[in-house]
């Protein structure tokens, strides 16, 4: 008894209870841009700095900003152009961190369905146009692309079309183009169902970031700490990314979260 007396009182005067992970949902769409989120799970720098830390597939962009303020995500990965609208309606939204950059190393561009005979944009006048989200980056700035082209952006149809979709409605004939961007970019071209019309993304300057991660600023404010862990986490697996030995690593978590298969993962640049 007097033994365990003993080692009960060490464990109480050596032992302070463990503090409990922060919990936060991350909402995200598929693509590539958002590896530094994959990596920072997978590879514990998330849980090293006290994140206990979900990633939640969006069906589309468009879906990001409503799970802020809905509850549903503590983060999200809006593109600028849906941030900013948030912003600018009045939402409680702030941005954390950012993404990717252009221009890329991985591709971009306007794929038509392969039986369309549709070279140039012009010849999109007309046509069925899927894209990832309206009024999201990729759809501005194909719209931009089309006026810049010469182009009455209203004389051709929007759908909204999520990433993995893409392949299929091109394949089937419910869009007779996509804007499309890497891994999805890749896929479509390697399963033939669609080809490359041109790279709309030319018409952004450099620099011009793809997306941010944001959450409401009452949270952001309250988890001052978490911010900051997530930035550094984010920090750590950018720099595990750049470093060649970790390539597969790098590709395996590139196709465990946007659930393309690693064949498809492995042509992309990093």
């Known amino acids: 008894?007097?033994?365990?007396?003993?080692?009960?009182?060490?464990l109480a005067l050596g032992l302070a209870p463990a503090e409990a992970a922060t919990k936060m949902r991350v909402m995200y769409t598929a693509v590539s841009g958002y590896s530094s989120a994959y990596i920072a799970k997978d590879q514990g720098f998330f849980e090293k700095r006290g994140l206990d830390v979900e990633l939640i597939l969006a069906p589309q962009g468009g879906a990001i900003v409503e799970g802020?303020?809905?509850?549903?995500?503590?983060?999200?990965?809006?593109?600028?152009t849906v941030f900013l609208q948030a912003v600018d309606s009045g939402l409680d939204t702030v941005a954390i961190a950012a993404t990717n950059a252009f221009p890329e190393k991985s591709k971009s561009g306007v794929l038509a369905r392969t039986e369309a005979s549709i070279h140039s944009a012009q010849d999109l006048i007309g046509k069925k146009v899927g894209v990832p989200g309206i009024n999201g980056l990729l759809d501005v700035v194909f719209r931009q692309w089309l006026a810049k082209k010469g182009v009455d952006t209203k004389k051709v149809t929007y759908v909204e079309a999520s990433f993995p979709q893409m392949s299929d409605m091109l394949k089937s004939g419910t869009v007779d183009a996509?804007?499309?961007v890497d891994p999805f970019y890749a896929r479509i071209i390697d399963q033939k169902t669609g080809y490359l019309v041109d790279n709309y993304t030319s018409v952004l300057p450099d620099g011009t970031i793809a997306s941010v991660y944001a959450a409401t600023g009452?949270?952001?404010?309250?988890?001052?700490?978490?911010?900051?862990?997530f930035q550094g986490a984010l920090a750590e697996a950018a720099a595990f990314s750049k470093n060649?030995?970790?390539?597969?690593?790098?590709?395996?978590?590139?196709?465990?979260?946007?659930?393309l298969p690693v064949a498809v993962v492995a042509s992309l640049p990093i």
Do not use: F, N
């Open 218 to 229: 009452k949270w952001a404010s309250e988890h001052a700490d978490a911010v900051k862990s």
């Open 244 to 259: 060649d030995v970790h390539a597969a690593a790098v590709r395996e978590s590139i196709a465990r979260y946007t659930k």
């Open 68 to 80: 802020l303020v809905s509850g549903s995500a503590e983060i999200g990965t809006p593109t600028p």
């Open 1 to 10: 008894m007097r033994a365990i007396v003993l080692a009960l009182s060490c």
């Open 178 to 180: 996509v804007v499309a």
